[in-house]
């Protein structure tokens, strides 16, 4: 997939932010990226968790803008 560099700039940022974070939702997960990653495979299940997910990355995606 050929994402625009403005794009990839800010998926690369949110994502460094993430594994910078420390994990609060799974127990096994290193950091909040991998909570990130479970929440989405588990979203059907926990949705709340992935609710939570999708929040934080709209709003670091939001600082990374600002």
Excluded at 26 to 47: A, Y
Excluded at 55 to 62: A, G, I, K, P, T
Aim: proline residues 2%; contains cysteine.
């Amino acid at each position: 997939m050929n994402i625009p560099g403005h794009f990839k700039f800010l998926l690369d940022s949110v994502e460094n932010a993430a594994l910078q974070t420390e994990a609060i939702l799974h127990s096994e997960s290193e950091n909040l990226w991998d909570d990130i990653v479970e929440s989405f495979e588990e979203r059907h299940h926990k949705s709340n968790y992935w609710l939570f997910c999708t929040r934080w990355l709209r709003e670091q995606l939001l600082t990374v803008m600002a």
